[in-house]
């Protein structure tokens, strides 16, 4: 799941970048609307996270610039304007949510959650696929009720394979997915994750489709 945030300030852009990353969330950062408005235009994210106050742009110009193209994109409003007008304003412009600062992480990350479930195609936390289950929460993995060890990687590709049940994966999106900008990814990563899974889940349950991708069917 790949989350773009757009926030200015830094020292609350770490501290929410760290929090999502323990929720195994693929997180990118930019500081100014110009940019952000750029990779969603080239690289749309999966959720954006968009702060009104913003150096170069106002968010809610920004937000209907982005639904101009993308009416579909999720997108959480993270903003100390706390007055009721502007929450309207921003509702009434496209967001999905609306939360004002301060804030507590517990509540973003719970608010992120449920954007998760809105654009996957399951809506609750367990995500269950023949006898393999995900829990989002817990992020754990079960076959037949047994608790499966994946890695950190591991569980963000079968998490995205499974919440995207049905459809084909490009290696490219994978990555897109799973690596923040900057990461190094060797060539091979994608390949060397999937055998890693094969091992581990039932025969079949990721199915190469050649010249095209992955996916893991319902």
């Known amino acids: 799941m790949h989350i773009l945030l757009v926030e200015d300030d830094l020292l609350l852009a770490d ?80 967001a999905d949510d609306y939360m004002t600062k301060p804030f507590e992480l517990k509540e973003l990350i719970a608010r992120i959650r449920v954007l998760v479930r809105r654009i996957s195609s399951f809506n609750s936390n367990e995500i269950a696929i023949a006898n393999v289950m995900l829990n989002t929460s817990s992020m754990s993995t079960t076959i037949n009720g047994e ?7 591991e569980y963000m590709l079968l998490r995205t394979l499974m919440e995207n049940a049905n459809a084909i994966l490009s290696k490219e999106n994978l990555e897109q997915k799973l690596y923040s900008w900057g990461e190094e990814i060797a060539s091979n990563t994608i390949e060397v994750h999937i055998h890693n899974l094969r091992k581990k889940l039932p025969d079949g349950f990721i199915q190469t489709i050649h010249g095209m991708g992955y996916i893991v069917k319902k």
């Open 15 to 94: 501290g929410i970048i760290h929090a999502l990353k323990k929720e195994r969330l693929t997180v990118n950062h930019v500081v100014l609307g110009g940019e952000a408005l750029n990779h969603i235009n080239v690289e749309p994210p999966d959720i954006l996270i968009l702060d009104l106050g913003l150096p170069d742009i106002d968010g809610f110009e920004l937000l209907k610039s982005i639904r101009k193209n993308n009416v579909t994109l999720p997108v959480l409003i993270l903003t100390a304007r706390d007055m009721l007008d502007d929450k309207l304003c921003g509702l009434d412009s496209g």
């Open 147 to 153: 608790n499966l060890h994946v890695s950190k990687r």
